[in-house]
Structure formats: C-alpha cells, structure tokens
C-alpha cells in the first residue's frame, strides 16, 4: 500500500500518477483515432484493384513509434503504414495517405508550438526553455535548445511561404495598418528599433484576416509602397473600400497610389492622443470627454457640431490641439458613410492595437527580442495564433452592399 509524505499536499504527491493515467488515456485515444483514420482512407479505395483483382490500397506493417511532445508529457504513437500502388495518368505513384491528425513531422502539440513564442519574447533563452515550461506546469523534457532553434527556422520558413502565398481570389472590403516598433536585445547599440508593419483585412464574409506582416523603415511611405504593390503583384488587384489607420504613417500616400478609390479613415484613439498631448494635464479629462462627443454621435451633423464646439472652447488657448483635430476633419467622419454596424469596427485600428499589446508589453520589459529576423518571425506566430479567435464584424451581410457602392448616409441604407 503507498503511503503520501504528511509534509506534502495529497494533490501535489498523487500529481506523477494523475500525469501518467492521463498519459495513457490520451495515449489511447489518439492511437484508436489514427488506426479508425488509416482503416477509413482503406475503405474508401477499397473498390481500386489492380489486374489481378488486388487491392491498390493496404495497410502494411507500421511505421517506426513516435513521441510527441503534449502539455501532459510525451506521448507514444505509432501509426499505420499505408501502401498506396494507385498511380496518375502518366503512370506514376503520386498518391500518398497523409494524416490530419498526426501530420508526417509533428514532434509537439500545438499548445507547446504556441507557448514557444510568448516565452521567446518575454525574454527567456532557448537552454531555458525546458525549465520554464515546467515552471508552467508542462512538460519540457523534449524541448531542447537546438529544437526552438529548428522551430524557429521552420516558423521563419512559413513566414516566407506565407509572405509569398498568391491574393488572386481575395477580396478586402476593409484595411486596418499601423506599424508596430520593438525593442532588439541583440543589435548593434544605436540601431533604430524594429518596425513591423501591419496590414489586417475584413473579408467580403467578415473574417478578419493577417493581410502582411513585413519589416519597414520606420513608417515611410516606401516601405508602405513597397508592401502594397506587393499585394497587387501577387493577385489582389482591387483595394479596400475603407481604410483605417494612424494618421501620421506613410500608409496614405502609398494606398493613394496603388489603391487610389480606397477611401480613409483616421483612428480615433491615435487622433485622441496627439490632441491630448497638446493639452495641458489639468484639461485632459474634460477633453476627451468632449472628443468622445464627436466620434459617438449618431449622425455626421452631430458630429460636426461637436467638432466646432470643442474647436471653440479650446483653439485659443490651444492652437496646437485644435489644429491637430481640424487637420483631418473629413478623413475622422468617413464611417458615417459605411454601416452603422460596422462602425464599432472602423473607428480605430482596434484590431490591430488589441492583438498587439500584450506583445509590445513584454518587449519592453524585457528589453527586446532578440534580432530582427527573430522579432519578425515571432511577431508573426503570435498573430496566427491570435487570428483564430478574432470576431467576425458585425452585420457582415451588409459587405457585399459595401462592395456594391450602396450609398449609406448616417450609417443607414438610403431609400431608392
């Protein structure tokens, strides 16, 4: 009979048990899931013989045992070998039994793979990588530093084939940009910061999409210009009907002259901020309340009233302030002219601030992320991993009305 430490917590002393029956279990799972998958893709050939009557698709043996890497610990499978004679019009064997439950080079679960990048950018090295995942209540026996290593090598090669996927089907009826900076650990001491520049997408269906993720120059408008033709050589002829972003980036002056119809729209918080900063302290909050008037009024006649109003209470003591609001007055009120719901979606570059966050957070508490090609690969892991639980917009069956240059005024649907 065992017996448990009385210094220890039942909990924690019962733990390495509790880990192992879960392992097997999973272990069991998964192996019935892969033979059940192998035993289907035999069935449905089953029907292709060869001129002998055989069967063109078998199983045959199994391949060599494999461990992956879970939150739970390691876990062995083995999967079953498939031989697969079919052959193609010119009468070679092409066809091949892929798993998609178990893909050829897996080695960690996605949980793992997604965690690797939060701990790169929070700081910790590759060598400490095992010892952190444990510290998390993971197991990292497998994760060795040449493994991040690879896995950053094959997160830089999915950066590159994705950067080069074709747009020819694509179509974007909103763009969100804004350029992100980071601090790099490993540069030369006076380098600039990295800059990544961002492009996110509201398809015509109202998914949320990564549209580019490049290295810029700061925010010029070469690097922009060079970003967006880009896009276009690679198929996505038409532009967006609606921009949104900073008002200060290179972002305008490029999409005028490769999207020349896509239409602006200034981010309300960027915009906000600049004018508070030209604001004493003590006036601040006063201020912004003020603001909030003009980007949530219900119409665009309300709006310009508020407009005026805060230009009136504030333009002579704070001429600054005012002619930072009055500079882009018609580009802050474009989204009168789209949906009402989507409004929520296109008065800021909120999707693309929220996603980014908690990553500026990390780099600069930690003084950076390494270099450059490190910062841009794992920017772009963190994203992908973000992009699968980004909403949908609003009222997404109103896009193709968008798309359709139906005329809104206020955000409603004007009568025919």
């Known amino acids: 009979m065992s017996t448990v430490t009385p210094e220890l917590p039942l909990a924690i002393a019962q733990a390495p048990v509790l880990d192992q029956i879960l392992r097997q279990g999973a272990q069991r799972l998964l192996q019935v899931a892969i033979d059940r998958e192998v035993a289907e893709y035999i069935q449905m050939h089953s029907q292709e013989l060869d001129e002998q009557g055989h069967r063109l698709v078998v199983r045959n043996g199994h391949l060599p045992a494999r461990e992956l890497q879970t939150p739970i610990g390691p876990i062995q499978v083995q999967q079953p070998r498939v031989d697969d004679r079919r052959r193609d019009a010119s009468g070679e064997r092409k066809f091949r039994f892929t798993s998609g439950i178990l893909p050829r080079y897996l080695r960690k679960s996605k949980s793992i793979e997604e965690l690797v990048p939060w701990l790169y950018l929070k700081g910790i090295s590759s060598s400490d990588f095992p010892q952190a995942l444990v ?19 094959l997160w830089r090669g999915e950066w590159l084939e994705w950067s080069r996927r074709s747009l020819e089907h694509k179509r974007y009826v909103y763009f969100w940009a804004d350029g992100i900076y980071f601090n790099i650990r490993l540069e030369e001491p006076g ?3 990295a800059c990544i520049l961002v492009l996110m997408g ?12 490049s290295e810029g120059h700061r925010e010029s408008e070469i690097s922009w210009r060079e970003l967006l033709l880009d896009l276009k050589q690679r198929g996505l002829e038409v532009g967006p009907e609606l921009a949104v ?5 290179g972002f305008w002056k490029a999409l005028a002259q490769v999207y020349p119809q896509a239409r602006a729209q200034r981010c309300w918080v960027h915009k906000m901020a600049n004018v508070l900063n030209a604001l004493p302290q003590n006036r601040q909050d006063s ?11 219900a119409t665009r006649a ?9 230009i009136a209470a504030y333009e002579a003591k704070y001429p600054k302030a005012t002619a930072c609001l009055l500079k882009d007055r018609e580009e802050l009120l474009a989204f009168y002219d789209f949906p009402a719901e989507h409004w929520p979606h296109l008065r800021t570059t909120n999707p693309i ?8 957070l990390r780099t600069e508490k930690t003084k950076g992320s390494g270099t450059r090609a490190a910062c841009l690969t794992m920017t772009f892991k963190l994203v992908q991993c973000a992009q699968q639980s980004w909403n949908r917009l609003k009222g997404s069956a109103l896009l193709r009305e968008v798309i359709d240059k139906v005329p809104f005024i206020d955000g409603i649907r004007r009568a025919a």
């Open 202 to 213: 509201a398809t015509e269906d109202g998914a949320k999409e990564l549209v580019a993720l």
């Open 353 to 360: 601030e929220s996603t980014f966050a908690t990553v500026r």
């Open 302 to 310: 309300e709006a310009h009233q508020a407009f005026d109003a805060f």
């Open 245 to 249: 972003g900073d008002g200060a980036l």
């Open 287 to 297: 201020a912004k309340h003020q603001l909030q008037q003009i980007w949530m009024a």
């Open 191 to 193: 380098s600039q910061r």
């Open 135 to 153: 510290a998390l209540g993971l197991d990292g026996s497998g994760l060795s530093a040449s493994s991040v290593i690879r896995m950053k090598e």
